[in-house]
């Protein structure tokens, strides 16, 4: 099945602490991307990748880092992460050029307390 | 920024009805989409629609998009209690990097 895994669903941190949330796609999508979302500010993009060792800044991606080795993996790293990266996060492929449908993954919910 | 902005931000009808959203943008586009969110879930793509396309269908899914007036309308007819979710617009730029900016969303329940 043609699909966007994230991981985990959930996760519980303290602040300060490094984390990575995994993403991971099947389907050979050149395009890949972060998204924040939280209540009455709808999603925002946080990092893109357009091919491996290609990434590129959205609209919020101070305090976090990406990373593209790998076609299929596009991790999200928050080296020191606060209280205000608490949020719902979407990992979303799409293929290059002009097909611009995405497929999201599930999300990650995360809490920094 | 955002892009997409969405109207109404909740909307209420029973099933059966139809439900229209609207959805208005700011600058020329090269498409627009649609996407629907079950509670706390992923964005599913529901449709899309290109900037030289003034109406597409999909199943009960009837989108329409006016340059002009930089604005489209998503149409749910008889709609079904499995409708009860959020949508999206998202609007894409022209270029191969271009990425899909959201409006904040409209919730729709129906009612059984």
């Known amino acids: 099945e043609a699909q966007v895994t994230q991981n985990p669903r959930y996760l519980i941190t303290v602040t300060g602490k490094k984390l990575t949330v995994t993403c991971s796609q099947n389907m050979n999508h050149e395009y890949m991307s972060w998204y924040r979302q939280d209540p009455g500010l709808g999603l925002r993009q946080i990092y893109y990748s357009m091919n491996v060792e290609v990434t590129d800044k959205g609209d919020v991606p101070e305090g976090y880092k990406v990373s593209r080795k790998e076609k299929r993996n596009f991790p999200l790293i928050l080296e020191s992460p606060s209280p205000n990266q608490t949020s719902l996060y979407f990992c979303a492929s799409r293929s290059g050029g002009a097909a611009i449908r995405y497929t999201f993954g599930s999300g990650t919910r995360l809490t920094v307390v | 920024s955002q892009q997409g902005e969405e109207d109404p931000q909740a909307l209420s009808i029973q099933e059966g009805e139809n439900a229209t959203m609207n959805c208005s943008y700011k600058t020329s586009i090269n498409n627009l989409q649609w996407y629907r969110q079950n509670s706390g879930r992923g964005l599913v793509h529901l449709i899309l629609?290109?900037?030289?396309?003034r109406e597409k269908h999909s199943g009960r899914l009837r989108v329409t998009l006016d340059t002009s007036k930089k604005s489209s309308s998503l149409l749910i007819t008889a709609s079904r209690a499995a409708d009860t979710a959020s949508y999206f617009c998202?609007?894409?730029?022209?270029?191969?990097?271009?990425?899909?900016?959201f409006g904040k969303g409209i919730t729709l329940s129906v009612r059984p």
């Open positions: 998202a609007t894409s730029l022209t270029g191969a990097n271009s990425k899909l900016t």
């Open positions: 629609i290109r900037s030289n396309e």
